[in-house]
């Protein structure tokens, strides 16, 4: 396909445009268009053409058409004001029609085929007619490379509807699914031959359609990009490569949406217009999001940034119910920032800080997935089933733990919110079972950051939220701090120190791991773990630590050795002293040595003491204390 330089429209005297060619086109192409006289105005849009009527009726069948319906044979002026692409599209035509190559590039190769079939440039008027030409070009130069089809594909935006009815717009959705699956059975294959050192020849990386394609996704807009994702994961995209695209377009979509001051536009056009656009394009990223499941390949602070995101722009209940069990699936993945989700507080000054409700529907859903688990517990043999709910490196019980502590960090964050109901508070205090939690310090630390802040707190609410405090489970140091903390009930002090009493019995007698670990309840595994508080680690992948710990607990034991001496020499000074000043003692010391001297008085007088007749073994006993006593 020929390419030369093409003439430039220069508006005429009257107002009209009419053809100038340049130096170098006349050089290529002698036209003497400036020797003939305009017979033929052709209005398009604000922009008029004075043309002539041979070249155009020789290859467009629309203005042939026009011309012969016309009821005024000598008509001189047609008015074409839906051209696709407007004035400098039909400006392209008009050059072809008058014999000049006009360059095909993907910027322009879409307007130039809508701009033909409008005009009707068909073989039937022409051969090699406008409308073939650029079809050859797509074929050639578009449909076999995806980039291109994408940058063709968003010049389509501007040419609705017309682009669709010619269905250049599917044939280029298509086209791109097409390739973009063929680059990954191709990548697949070469990984594949690379697992193979005799056939490997260099170790090339293939390059992931991501890098390349998927990026160039992002300037389409929101229907077009719905469509060809549609046409992808049809076509069995990678699940993988599906969560890039989509974060990548929710990155460049929604960060020109962001209001850097909300305070100035809250409940203004401007905002209201903001939280529909992001309503939209949540709505639409979140359902074409893969399926869900444990193992998704969607990052958990994509999936909370859309939560947020859903929240802030009051998208509809089922998008924000499909995030949080999308969550809720992964939870063991979340850090403390994925569930700070702020609340949406419609301009209310008394509102919290975040939205405690949507985090415990998240925490729920996790719970639950043992439930759902044990629907397949038929299929698990004995040994494993003891793996997965006995053992501290099990999977099951790994998540566990990191979502208890998790939680506890969530907890003491949201403590600080004064707005923060304690009756919400302590629903998510109570929502883990009793073996999700190895140590209490972390839910204690929450729990007294609360009280702090909410010291008007009802008695029976504060009762109820220091009970979800398993005083067993507390170390040395919360226990030491909890006996001398005012905020607490009077009863878990008691207890406190009832449990601190058993820890260092347990110690003396080698039991302290028992005592850790709920041996009182029976329901936790022995684990050789100070710390306890991350436990979603294998023993058996840190052996050295294991040691390095077991050395503490031994130290810790033979200090809370001396301890326990030292209050057990001070319990027996405290019980002499109690023996020596009770005023009950001197009592009881006066009213023996009167029972003796009355004993006495009987032996002398022989009257038989209390008790019947006095044996001889007793008369002896007597006898012989008092001849000691004389002696």
């Given at each position: 396909?020929?390419?030369?330089?093409?003439?430039?429209?220069?508006?005429?005297?009257?107002?009209?445009?009419?053809?100038?060619?340049?130096?170098?086109?006349?050089?290529?192409?002698?036209?003497?268009?400036?020797?003939?006289?305009?017979?033929?105005?052709?209005?398009?849009?604000?922009?008029?053409?004075?043309?002539?009527?041979?070249?155009?009726?020789?290859?467009?069948?629309?203005?042939?058409?026009?011309?012969?319906?016309?009821?005024?044979?000598?008509?001189?002026?047609?008015?074409?004001?839906?051209?696709?692409?407007?004035?400098?599209?039909?400006?392209?035509?008009?050059?072809?029609?008058?014999?000049?190559?006009?360059?095909?590039?993907?910027?322009?190769?879409?307007?130039?085929?809508?701009?033909?079939?409008?005009?009707?440039?068909?073989?039937?008027?022409?051969?090699?007619?406008?409308?073939?030409?650029?079809?050859?070009?797509?074929?050639?130069?578009?449909?076999?490379?995806?980039?291109?089809?994408?940058?063709?594909?968003?010049?389509?935006?501007?040419?609705?509807?017309?682009?669709?009815?010619?269905?250049?717009?599917?044939?280029?959705?298509?086209?791109?699914?097409?390739?973009?699956?063929?680059?990954?059975?191709?990548?697949?294959?070469?990984?594949?031959?690379?697992?193979?050192?005799?056939?490997?020849?260099?170790?090339?990386?293939?390059?992931?359609?991501?890098?390349?394609?998927?990026?160039?996704?992002?300037?389409?807009?929101?229907?077009?990009?719905?469509?060809?994702?549609?046409?992808?994961?049809?076509?069995?995209?990678?699940?993988?490569?599906?969560?890039?695209?989509?974060?990548?377009?929710?990155?460049?979509?929604?960060?020109?949406?962001?209001?850097?001051?909300?305070?100035?536009?809250?409940?203004?056009?401007?905002?209201?217009?903001?939280?529909?656009?992001?309503?939209?394009?949540?709505?639409?990223?979140?359902?074409?999001?893969?399926?869900?499941?444990?193992?998704?390949?969607?990052?958990?602070?994509f999936l909370s940034s859309l939560l947020k995101t859903a929240i802030a722009a009051s998208a509809t209940t089922s998008c924000r119910s499909d995030l949080e069990r999308r969550i809720g699936l992964q939870l063991d993945q979340a850090i403390l920032e994925d569930i700070l989700i702020p609340a949406n507080s419609h301009g209310s000054n008394h509102s919290t800080l975040y939205d405690t409700d949507s985090i415990l529907r998240i925490f729920s859903i996790f719970l639950n997935l043992d439930e759902d688990d044990d629907e397949d517990s038929h299929m698990r043999d004995e040994s494993e089933m003891v793996y997965d709910f006995d053992s501290p490196g099990s999977p099951k019980q790994s998540s566990i733990l990191k979502v208890s502590k998790l939680l506890d960090n969530f907890l003491a964050e949201v403590a600080l919110d004064s707005n923060l109901m304690p009756s919400k508070f302590i629903a998510l205090a109570e929502l883990l079972p009793d073996h999700a939690r190895i140590v209490s310090d972390g839910l204690y630390r929450a729990a007294d950051i609360f009280?702090?802040?909410?010291?008007?707190?009802?008695?029976?609410?504060?009762?109820?939220?220091?009970?979800?405090?398993?005083?067993?489970?507390?170390?040395?140091?919360?226990?030491?701090?909890?006996?001398?903390?005012?905020?607490?009930?009077?009863?878990?002090?008691?207890?406190?120190?009832?449990?601190?009493?058993?820890?260092?019995?347990?110690?003396?007698?080698?039991?302290?791991?028992?005592?850790?670990?709920?041996?009182?309840?029976?329901?936790?595994?022995?684990?050789?773990?100070?710390?306890?508080?991350?436990?979603?680690?294998?023993?058996?992948?840190?052996?050295?630590?294991?040691?390095?710990?077991?050395?503490?607990?031994?130290?810790?034991?033979?200090?809370?050795?001396?301890?326990?001496?030292?209050?057990?020499?001070?319990?027996?000074?405290?019980?002499?002293?109690?023996?020596?000043?009770?005023?009950?003692?001197?009592?009881?010391?006066?009213?023996?040595?009167?029972?003796?001297?009355?004993?006495?008085?009987?032996?002398?007088?022989?009257?038989?003491?209390?008790?019947?007749?006095?044996?001889?073994?007793?008369?002896?006993?007597?006898?012989?204390?008092?001849?000691?006593?004389?002696?």
């Amino acid at each position: 396909m020929g390419v030369v330089t093409v003439g430039e429209l220069k508006p005429s005297i009257s107002g009209k445009r009419s053809f100038r060619p340049s130096s170098s086109i006349r050089h290529a192409t002698e036209w003497p268009i400036s020797d003939v006289s305009s017979d033929l105005t052709i209005e398009v849009g604000a922009s008029s053409f004075a043309l002539h009527k041979f070249p155009l009726v020789s290859r467009s069948g629309r203005i042939r058409k026009l011309l012969l319906e016309a009821k005024d044979s000598k008509v001189s002026r047609v008015n074409l004001s839906a051209v696709p692409g407007g004035a400098e599209a039909f400006e392209l035509a008009a050059k072809f029609c008058y014999g000049i190559n006009v360059e095909l590039t993907l910027s322009n190769v879409a307007t130039i085929r809508c701009v033909a079939h409008f005009l009707e440039m068909t073989e039937d008027f022409a051969e090699k007619n406008l409308e073939a030409r650029a079809e050859a070009y797509l074929k050639e130069m578009v449909f076999p490379n995806t980039s291109n089809s994408i940058s063709v594909l968003k010049c389509c935006e501007s040419l609705l509807p017309l682009s669709e009815e010619i269905s250049l717009v599917n044939r280029l959705i298509n086209a791109i699914a097409n390739n973009a699956c063929k680059e990954q059975l191709t990548s697949g294959l070469l990984k594949l031959d690379h697992t193979f050192p005799a056939k490997t020849a260099q170790n090339i990386e293939p390059e992931t359609p991501s890098d390349w394609w998927g990026k160039s996704l992002a300037v389409l807009n929101l229907d077009f990009f719905q469509r060809v994702l549609s046409a992808v994961k049809s076509k069995g995209l990678k699940q993988d490569m599906i969560s890039k695209i989509l974060i990548n377009y929710a990155h460049n979509s929604l960060q020109g949406l962001v209001v850097r001051d909300p305070q100035l536009v809250k409940g203004s056009l401007l905002d209201l217009e903001l939280q529909k656009k992001q309503r939209v394009i949540v709505e639409a990223i979140v359902g074409l999001l893969p399926t869900q499941s444990r193992k998704s390949p969607v990052p958990m602070a994509f999936l909370s940034s859309l939560l947020k995101t859903a929240i802030a722009a009051s998208a509809t209940t089922s998008c924000r119910s499909d995030l949080e069990r999308r969550i809720g699936l992964q939870l063991d993945q979340a850090i403390l920032e994925d569930i700070l989700i702020p609340a949406n507080s419609h301009g209310s000054n008394h509102s919290t800080l975040y939205d405690t409700d949507s985090i415990l529907r998240i925490f729920s859903i996790f719970l639950n997935l043992d439930e759902d688990d044990d629907e397949d517990s038929h299929m698990r043999d004995e040994s494993e089933m003891v793996y997965d709910f006995d053992s501290p490196g099990s999977p099951k019980q790994s998540s566990i733990l990191k979502v208890s502590k998790l939680l506890d960090n969530f907890l003491a964050e949201v403590a600080l919110d004064s707005n923060l109901m304690p009756s919400k508070f302590i629903a998510l205090a109570e929502l883990l079972p009793d073996h999700a939690r190895i140590v209490s310090d972390g839910l204690y630390r929450a729990a007294d950051i609360f009280l702090k802040v909410h010291p008007n707190i009802k008695d029976s609410e504060r009762y109820r939220l220091c009970k979800t405090i398993d005083c067993q489970k507390l170390s040395q140091e919360a226990c030491s701090h909890a006996a001398q903390n005012e905020r607490l009930p009077v009863q878990m002090a008691v207890q406190v120190l009832y449990f601190e009493q058993i820890r260092l019995r347990n110690a003396m007698s080698g039991g302290h791991n028992q005592f850790f670990f709920g041996a009182i309840n029976g329901q936790f595994p022995q684990r050789s773990s100070s710390g306890a508080g991350s436990g979603a680690i294998s023993p058996r992948d840190n052996y050295a630590s294991v040691r390095r710990e077991n050395r503490e607990l031994k130290l810790e034991v033979a200090r809370m050795r001396m301890r326990l001496t030292d209050l057990e020499k001070d319990h027996v000074s405290m019980k002499q002293e109690l023996v020596r000043s009770h005023p009950a003692n001197k009592l009881f010391k006066s009213l023996a040595k009167k029972l003796s001297k009355l004993n006495a008085l009987f032996r002398i007088n022989g009257i038989k003491p209390m008790g019947g007749k006095a044996s001889s073994e007793n008369r002896f006993v007597f006898q012989k204390r008092w001849r000691h006593s004389v002696s």
